[in-house]
C-alpha cells in the first residue's frame, strides 16, 4: 500500500495569513499516460464528513474558494490556503487515488492563531 | 443535489454482525463505483471497501477481508456492507462513498454523514 505522510501534524494561522500543509507519499503518484498525479484532497470541519477540495493535485472541485491551491507532482505534494478565513478551520487529508486500497494521510488540524 | 443516507449501525458484541445500509439519490447510481470509509472516534479516515457500478468487481482493505461482504441493489440505490466477525477496532463512523467514475477510480467525490457501529462488551 502506499503510505502518504503529512506535516505538520497541527498548525495555527492567523486571520488572513497563508497556510501551507504538505504531503509526501511513498511512491509516485504520477501518471506519465496522461500526464496527471492522482492526488486529492480533503477537508473535514468538526462533526462533518469530508468534503472533495482538490483532485489531480491542483483542480478545485466545482464551488471551491480560489484561496485553496494544490501544487506538486510525483510524491510531494502542498495544499495552501493563501488567506486564512474563519470558516477554514478544519482537519486537511491528503488522499491518493493511483492504486488501489486509497489511503490517506493522518491529517493536518488547522486553527485561528 | 447528490444525497448518500447511511443507517444501520448500532451497538454490538464483539463476533457480532451488522448491516450497514446506504440509499443514494440524486444521481444515477448505477453509473458510479461505491465505497465505504471509517473513521475510529478522534482518528482518521480509513478505506473499507469498494464496489464497481454493477457490483461485478469488489475489493477490501486487508483488516476486514473475510469478515465484511460489500453489496447493492441498483434496482432501489441502495449500497450495503455487511459485518461479521466484528471486533472492538471496527468501532467508527462508517461513510458511504461515491466514487467520480464506474470502476473504482478511488477519487472520493461525495460523502454521506456516517453511521455509528460500536463494538463493546
Known amino acids: 500500500d502506499i503510505v502518504m505522510s503529512q506535516s505538520p501534524d497541527s498548525l495555527a494561522v492567523s486571520l488572513g495569513e497563508r497556510a501551507t500543509i504538505n504531503c509526501k507519499s511513498s511512491?509516485?503518484?504520477?501518471?506519465?499516460?496522461?500526464?496527471?498525479?492522482?492526488l486529492a484532497w480533503y477537508q473535514q470541519k468538526s462533526g462533518q464528513p469530508p468534503k472533495l477540495l482538490i483532485y489531480?493535485?491542483?483542480t478545485r472541485e466545482s464551488g471551491v474558494p480560489d484561496r485553496f491551491s494544490g501544487s506538486g507532482s510525483g510524491t510531494d505534494f502542498s495544499l495552501t490556503i493563501s488567506s486564512l478565513q474563519a470558516e477554514d478551520v478544519a482537519v486537511y487529508y491528503c488522499?491518493?487515488?493511483?492504486?488501489?486500497?486509497?489511503?490517506f494521510g493522518q491529517g493536518t488540524k488547522v486553527e485561528i492563531k | 443535489e447528490v444525497q448518500l443516507v447511511e443507517s444501520g449501525g448500532g451497538l454490538v458484541h464483539p463476533g457480532g454482525s451488522l448491516r450497514l445500509s446506504c440509499s443514494a439519490s440524486?444521481?444515477?447510481?448505477?453509473?458510479?463505483?461505491m465505497h465505504w470509509v471509517r473513521q475510529a472516534p478522534g482518528k482518521g479516515l480509513e478505506y473499507v471497501s469498494s464496489?464497481?457500478?454493477?457490483?461485478?468487481?469488489?475489493d477490501y482493505a486487508d483488516f476486514v477481508r473475510g469478515r465484511f461482504s460489500i453489496s447493492r441493489d441498483n434496482s432501489k440505490n441502495i449500497l450495503y456492507l455487511q459485518m461479521s466477525s466484528l471486533r472492538v477496532e471496527d468501532t467508527a463512523l462508517y461513510y458511504c462513498?461515491?466514487?467520480?467514475?464506474?470502476?473504482?477510480?478511488?477519487?472520493?467525490?461525495?460523502w454521506g454523514q456516517g453511521t455509528k457501529v460500536t463494538v463493546s462488551s
Open positions: 462513498v461515491r466514487d467520480s467514475a464506474a470502476v473504482a477510480a478511488n477519487l472520493l467525490d461525495h
Open positions: 440524486g444521481f444515477t447510481f448505477s453509473n458510479h463505483a
Open positions: 464496489t464497481s457500478s454493477h457490483g461485478g468487481a469488489t
Open positions: 511512491q509516485s503518484v504520477f501518471y506519465s499516460s496522461n500526464n496527471m498525479n492522482s
Open positions: 489531480r493535485a491542483s
Open positions: 488522499q491518493q487515488y493511483y492504486n488501489s486500497p486509497p489511503t
